[in-house]
């Protein structure tokens, strides 16, 4: 392959030991066989490979790739009809939403990705209706859209084994509802039940499948405490002790959730993971919101990271995730952008902005995230939740030439102060709109504005046509379940909070 160099009057290597930026200025890559090879000024860099192809200039800054460390659909839930309820009740109210294939959704959502400088996305698959083939051909379906679009990926099926729409068993409930709805609602549970043992035969046939691939990895994902028997999480630190993948696990995303290890366990949801050996730096937590100080220092010890959903957590009222205090605890903190974004879109420049200012409390010399800390979330602590740890998140001779090539003037028009430092300008300033390219294992995925390998128009159209089609009779019958069983879903929750105290991390507003 012809050697490639790619420079701008700013590049970010990535952060020193202490979280400060590594900078170098009227500098680049040099890239040889979708490597960073070596950096350094233009002229360094072209004497080392004289037939290099040069690109970029004066007028571009160089950043290494983003990643979305936690993410699940193309089209939003708002899209296809569901609104922004409480957890808890989003998962009924969900039941309607409408068929898309998964080819196109998976698209969709990598084209919003990849225009706000997103390489890598953590692709967390909730779940898949049918049989173990049913199940592997929709994975090949989100898999072979990643493919197609170039992006990196670290792909799962969530293991989940029990739960599948409160907090108690799925008979348990059934048994809660009218006579006449249980039909449907039995039928609802059995599309997505598979045993134990046929989820992990798919895990070790996706392992199989792409386990190796340059851009394709497999994770293990334990979906989350409530929708997960002992067994099953016996079965999840069994896959991770064998195989040596990253776990990523949601974890006390609500207060519901916080409440309903406590009833099962009797104490913390994070404190009984560990008595199965899960928590461990190969551990991520999804979302954390409800951690208490005992988990805080619990997950420090075990040197796991977390991985915080901003927009995710106010959308849905789960509440504002202890940042600081992680930060504080030097807890590693990735950014995701999970379902969708606070603009219902999947932009990580927007999400940093957002994860950057919800953590300011009130108070002159109170802590709050720096620019620096939030840039390297999206980048090297993002990384660092996947299987690519180590390859990705920096351009560091020997990492994988994933880059974002921002256009500097669209970043700082029509003035910005140079007293300001490149990364507060960047994380403040930098929109959608002012990403020029974005390069992933030395290659071209979206250059000068436009996707180099999948056109974008085309597969928007097909998705319009596609959902302008009459409602299919299965999309009805589930509005209907999805109708009638919402006030049943909403009974069960009356009074699950009740005694569990609620004392906040931060301080917010108060009453005088």
């Not at 997950?299 to 977390?306: H, L, N, P, T, Y």
């Not at 504080?328 to 969708?340: H, S």
Request: aromatic fraction near 8%.
């Amino acid at each position: 392959m012809t050697d490639h160099i790619l420079w701008g009057a700013t590049l970010l290597e990535g952060f020193d030991t202490s979280g400060g930026p590594i900078l170098h200025e009227n500098a680049g890559i040099l890239i040889r066989d979708g490597l960073v090879a070596a950096l350094g000024p233009l002229d360094s860099l072209r004497a080392q490979s004289p037939e290099a192809v040069v690109e970029g200039g004066a007028g571009f800054a160089v950043t290494p790739g983003f990643v979305n460390a936690h993410h699940h659909v193309g089209l939003t839930p708002l899209q296809l009809g569901s609104p922004d309820h409480p957890l808890e009740l989003w998962f009924a109210s969900r039941l309607a939403l409408r068929d898309v294939d998964l080819e196109l959704d998976t698209l969709y959502s990598a084209f919003e990705m990849i225009e706000s400088g997103v390489t890598t996305v953590q692709h967390l698959h909730s779940r898949a209706p049918g049989s173990p083939e049913a199940v592997l051909a929709a994975a090949d379906k989100v898999i072979g859209a990643y493919r197609m679009i170039g992006m990196r990926a670290s792909y799962s099926m969530a293991l989940r084994d029990q739960n599948r729409l409160v907090y108690e068993a799925d008979r348990d409930f059934v048994a809660r509802v009218p006579e006449a709805l249980r039909p449907a609602l039995v039928a609802y549970f059995e599309r997505f039940t598979l045993a134990l043992p046929e989820q992990v035969t798919i895990f070790d046939e996706l392992l199989r499948r792409h386990g190796g691939g340059d851009r394709i990895r497999v994770q293990i994902a334990p979906a989350n405490l409530h929708w997960l028997s002992d067994t099953a999480l016996e079965t999840a630190a069994h896959l991770a002790e064998r195989t040596g993948l990253p776990v990523h696990m949601h974890v006390l995303e609500t207060p519901y959730q916080k409440a309903y290890a406590v009833k099962r366990s009797g104490g913390s949801a994070l404190a009984y993971l560990d008595r199965f050996g899960l928590l461990g730096p190969q551990f991520t937590i999804g979302h954390g919101v409800w951690m208490s100080e005992a988990d805080i220092a619990l997950a420090a010890e075990r040197g796991v990271c977390v991985c915080h959903n901003c927009s995710s957590n106010f959308r849905l009222k789960s509440g504002v995730a202890p940042v600081n205090r992680f930060l504080a605890e030097a807890i590693p903190v990735a950014l995701g952008i999970d379902e969708a974004g606070i603009n219902d879109d999947r932009d990580m420049l927007q999400e940093m902005r957002l994860a950057l200012r919800v953590h300011r409390e009130p108070g002159i010399d109170s802590a709050h995230p720096s620019p620096a800390q939030v840039l390297r979330m999206a980048t090297e602590h993002g990384a660092r939740t996947t299987p690519f740890a180590g390859q990705i998140g920096r351009l560091s001779p020997g990492m994988a030439a994933d880059c974002v090539v921002f256009d500097w003037r669209a970043v700082t028009w029509p003035y910005q102060d140079d007293a300001l430092g490149f990364v507060d300008v960047l994380v403040q300033r930098a929109k959608a709109r002012s990403v020029h390219s974005v390069m992933v294992g030395g290659e071209w995925i979206y250059r000068d504005g436009r996707f180099v390998k999948v056109d974008r128009e085309a597969v928007l159209a097909e998705i319009a046509e596609r959902l302008s089609r009459p409602r299919t009779q299965a999309e009805i019958e589930r509005m209907g379940l999805a109708r009638d069983v919402m006030p049943h879903v909403r009974s069960f929750y009356e009074g699950y909070l009740d005694g569990m105290g609620d004392d906040p991390h931060y301080r917010t507003s108060g009453r005088l």
